[in-house]
Nanobody, 120 residues
Framework: QVRLVESGGDWVQTGGSLRLSCAASGSIVRINDMGWYRQATGKQRELVAT???????DYADSVKGRFTISRDNAKNTVYLQMNSLKPEDTGVYYC??????????????WGQGTQVTVSS
């Protein structure tokens, strides 16, 4: 099967930076869209950023200009560079990927999440 493993979550002060990574492994033929979502305590999970296999990106309005999503297709890895962090960025960050595990069969997979805490 397919496994996504996130890393890079930490505690930082307001204005700080973090870089999250998410590596996919397992029975992978190719990966289409990849993305990052986050969930704050007591709130619904929300989209942060997405990136297509060709590199087209999209961001939530709340992170535009501060966060950058990128990917390394050779490593099946997606990154999220987060700058100018704010307390409202605090939450568990989840990686998401649409993975083809045969030439015609695909599924949507999630990582286990990594905690980001921004202190004021």
């Amino acid at each position: 099967q397919v496994r996504l493993v996130e890393s890079g979550g930490d505690w930082v002060q307001t204005g700080g930076s973090l870089r999250l990574s998410c590596a996919a492994s397992g029975s992978i033929v190719r990966i289409n869209d990849m993305g990052w979502y986050r969930q704050a305590t007591g709130k619904q999970r929300e989209l942060v950023a997405t990136i297509t296999s060709s590199g087209n990106t999209d961001y939530a309005d709340s992170v535009k200009g501060r966060f950058t999503i990128s990917r390394d297709n050779a490593k099946n890895t997606v990154y999220l560079q987060m700058n100018s962090l704010k307390p409202e960025d605090t939450g568990v960050y989840y990686c998401n990927a649409r993975v083809f595990f045969t030439p015609t069969n695909f599924g949507t997979f999630w990582g286990q999440g990594t905690q980001v805490t921004v202190s004021s």
